[in-house]
């Protein structure tokens, strides 16, 4: 069963690339794939805590995967959140892809001014966020939580200040995200705790 588990916390960490194959159908296919992401991992969480106690490369293994989970998993999760507070759940009515004009229909409201404009490299921050998390939290040292937060938000600060009209959304999207995110990596981490 332990195996079982490993490979769902693997197709985990693997299952952001679904997009990539989706946009050939979708336009932004990033709330079905989250879906998927959620059920793996929900699902590898329940057979962990049936499982009986292991030790040696499994228990490695296991919390290899979930750093990976989380760190490339939170990002379509984080999205996915963000698409459904706003009610943008049909992937074909988001923004057209480059080089296919005219896939949003018609009656389509047009795109949003993203605070993502505002807080540059969010992605990549939100990659590192997830994977110190989780690592800190594996590791039995949760007040690494605190530290990874106040880094992130002190190295924030100036940006969310700075911004102009669009500070509110900034900062909405910032204390969300990070919310969203940290609790990702807490569920990946825990996953891999209830393996061993």
């Known amino acids: 069963m332990t195996e079982l588990v490993l490979t769902l916390l693997a197709l985990t960490a693997v299952a952001p690339a679904l997009t990539l194959l989706l946009r050939r159908r979708w336009v932004d296919p990033t709330v079905p794939v989250a879906g998927v992401i959620l059920l793996l991992l929900a699902v590898a969480a329940l057979l962990a805590a049936v499982t009986d106690d292991v030790t040696g490369w499994q228990r490695g293994a ?13 990002s379509d999760v984080v ?43 969010g992605v990549w921050i939100g990659y590192l966020e997830r994977a110190a998390i989780a690592a800190t939290l594996l590791a039995g040292w949760p007040e690494g939580v605190a530290l990874v937060l106040a880094v992130k938000g002190v190295g924030r600060y100036p940006e969310l200040r700075g911004s102009s009209g669009s500070e ?19 569920a990946a981490a825990g996953t891999a705790r209830l393996v061993g």
């Open 79 to 121: 999205r996915a959140f963000f698409r459904a507070m706003r009610h943008e759940f049909d992937p074909r009515r988001d923004h057209p892809v480059p080089g296919r004009e005219g896939t949003r229909p018609p009656d389509a409201a047009p795109p949003r001014r993203s605070s993502e404009s505002v807080l540059r490299g």
């Open 168 to 186: 509110t959304d900034a900062s909405e999207a910032f204390i969300i995200g990070t919310l969203v995110s940290v609790l990702w990596a807490a």
């Open 62 to 74: 296991a919390a290899t995967l979930a750093v990976a989970a989380a760190t490339t998993g939170g």
